[in-house]
Structures are given as structure tokens and as C-alpha cells.
């Protein structure tokens, strides 16, 4: 089982700590920022997305960075037995899936889904190029029947719309 492990963030303002649980960061305590001289100069904030929904988050201030470690460590001993693996796996895809981006930007690639393709799938399962007539000929009439069905329903369940005041002038 993977233990808490703390590293110094380089914020240069403020000690800001980030915490860890295995490869995953799972919370930072940190030094307040512009709060008042008598209010708790240190907090902390436990929990990670995606894997943790944010409502679940925890998060409290203490006095002292020793307070605020007790605190957070506190919390993530409670919140630790709610969690399952399949939390810390989607972080790690998560991680996974933005260095791969990050690693295409910086190759000058564009994304998939940024290339434009005229490829396209019919609701019967066939992919076709769209620019080439011979090829999506036969597909026309399984498109425009699903579309007639789509829009008929919608015709269907549409709601009715307000109206809108009118107004004399002309604004």
C-alpha cells in the first residue's frame, strides 16, 4: 500500500506543498494568500479529479503547516477507505490522455479531431466518402429515412414556445 509523500512546490511567494499518494496527486497544503494577520495562514485541500468528484473534496485551515499537515492527513485517512482503484486508475488515464496531447502540440501535429476527413458512417454500418458520389450513393436513402425519423420525433416532442412581449418601438 502506497504511502502520503509531500514535495515542495517552486512557488516562489508562498510554501505550497503538493501531496501524493503513490503517483497520484491527491491534495496540496499551502501557505493562504491574502488573508488576514490574525486568520489560519495555513490550508490544505484533499482529493483529486477526475477519479474523486469534487463535492467529495476535503478541505480545512490551521495555524501552523504541522496543524495543517495533521489535518490533511486526517482527512485523507477517512476519505481513503471510500475510495476504489478504478478512481486512481482514471486519474492516471486522465494523466495519460493530456501528455499525449501535450506531446502532439509540441511536435506541431494537429489532434484527430482536428484533420478533416470526408469519411463518413451510415446508419447501417458502412463508412463512405462522402465527396465521391459512387460511393454514397446507396447510402442517401438510409440517412434521409433515419433523419425523417429523428425529425418527426422531435416534431412530436417538441414544446411549444412562449411568446415574446411586443414592443412599439423599434428595439
Same mark, same amino acid.
Given at each position: 500500500?502506497?504511502?502520503?509523500?509531500?514535495?515542495?512546490?517552486?512557488?516562489?511567494?508562498? +510554501?505550497?506543498?503538493?501531496?501524493?499518494?503513490?503517483?497520484?496527486?491527491?491534495?496540496?497544503?499551502?501557505?493562504?494568500?491574502?488573508?488576514?494577520?490574525?486568520?489560519? $495562514?495555513?490550508?490544505?485541500?484533499?482529493?483529486?479529479?477526475?477519479?474523486?468528484?469534487?463535492?467529495?473534496?476535503? $478541505?480545512?485551515?490551521?495555524?501552523?503547516?504541522?496543524?495543517?499537515?495533521?489535518?490533511?492527513?486526517?482527512?485523507?485517512?477517512?476519505?481513503?477507505?471510500?475510495?476504489?482503484?478504478?478512481?486512481? +486508475?482514471?486519474?492516471?488515464?486522465?494523466?495519460?490522455?493530456?501528455?499525449?496531447?501535450?506531446?502532439?502540440?509540441?511536435?506541431?501535429?494537429?489532434?484527430?479531431?482536428?484533420?478533416?476527413?470526408?469519411?463518413?458512417?451510415?446508419?447501417?454500418?458502412?463508412?463512405?466518402?462522402?465527396?465521391?458520389?459512387?460511393?454514397?450513393?446507396?447510402?442517401?436513402?438510409?440517412?434521409?429515412?433515419?433523419?425523417?425519423? !429523428?425529425?418527426?420525433?422531435?416534431?412530436?416532442? !417538441?414544446?411549444?414556445?412562449?411568446?415574446?412581449?411586443?414592443?412599439?418601438?423599434?428595439?
Amino acid at each position: 500500500m502506497p504511502s502520503l509523500t509531500r514535495r515542495r512546490c517552486d512557488n516562489p511567494h508562498r +510554501e505550497t506543498w503538493d501531496v501524493s499518494y503513490g503517483d497520484v496527486r491527491v491534495g496540496t497544503i499551502g501557505e493562504r494568500a491574502g488573508i488576514p494577520v490574525g486568520a489560519d $495562514q495555513w490550508g490544505w485541500s484533499c482529493g483529486f479529479y477526475p477519479g474523486l468528484e469534487p463535492r467529495r473534496h476535503r $478541505q480545512g485551515t490551521a495555524k501552523s503547516f504541522i496543524e495543517a499537515r495533521a489535518g490533511f492527513e486526517a482527512d485523507w485517512h477517512s476519505l481513503l477507505p471510500e475510495l476504489s482503484d478504478d478512481a486512481f +486508475e482514471d486519474c492516471r488515464r486522465d494523466r495519460a490522455f493530456r501528455a499525449e496531447i501535450r506531446a502532439t502540440r509540441a511536435r506541431g501535429e494537429k489532434l484527430p479531431t482536428e484533420i478533416y476527413s470526408s469519411l463518413m458512417r451510415c446508419v447501417c454500418g458502412v463508412v463512405f466518402d462522402s465527396h465521391k458520389p459512387d460511393e454514397s450513393y446507396d447510402h442517401r436513402g438510409h440517412i434521409h429515412a433515419a433523419y425523417n425519423t !429523428k425529425a418527426t420525433k422531435r416534431a412530436v416532442t !417538441k414544446r411549444p414556445q412562449r411568446k415574446e412581449p411586443q414592443h412599439g418601438g423599434p428595439c
